[in-house]
């Protein structure tokens, strides 16, 4: 069973940065689809990021283009989302989510999810 562990989120003023971590065990880590969720009060959970376990494929939404970037431990089994230039609508609870399965539509089909970690922008 796929189990995933979420750390890093905080309270940061506009314009600064986080970097969320996602320790990945219990799976068969090369042939996982990782992607990073959020959801806002009062909101769906929203899609924000996918990448192949290689990172050979990532998918960003458009609203964290340029911003945010996806990357990789394969030593440590983790896997990171560094977000930049944090904005007030950011705020929400993060989470990353796995899947087995191709590369894409990846934006969808998530069947493994940890608990979330708090990300607040402030004005």
């Known amino acids: 069973q796929v189990q995933l562990v979420e750390s890093g989120g905080g309270l940061v003023q506009a314009g600064g940065s986080l970097r969320l971590s996602c320790a990945v065990s219990g799976g068969t880590f090369s042939s996982l689809v990782m992607g990073w969720f959020r959801q806002a009060p009062g909101k769906e959970r929203e899609f924000v990021v996918a990448?192949?376990?290689?990172?050979?494929?990532?998918n960003y939404a458009d609203s964290v283009k340029g911003r945010f970037t996806v990357s990789g431990d394969n030593a440590k089994n983790t896997k990171s989302l560094q977000m930049n230039n944090l904005k007030p609508e950011d705020t929400a609870v993060y989470y990353c989510?796995?899947?087995?399965?191709?590369?894409?539509?990846?934006?969808?089909?998530?069947?493994?999810w940890g608990q979330g970690t708090q990300v607040t922008v402030s004005s």
């Open positions: 989510e796995a899947r087995y399965g191709g590369t894409s539509a990846m934006e969808y089909n998530y069947n493994y």
């Open positions: 990448t192949s376990w290689s990172g050979g494929v990532i």
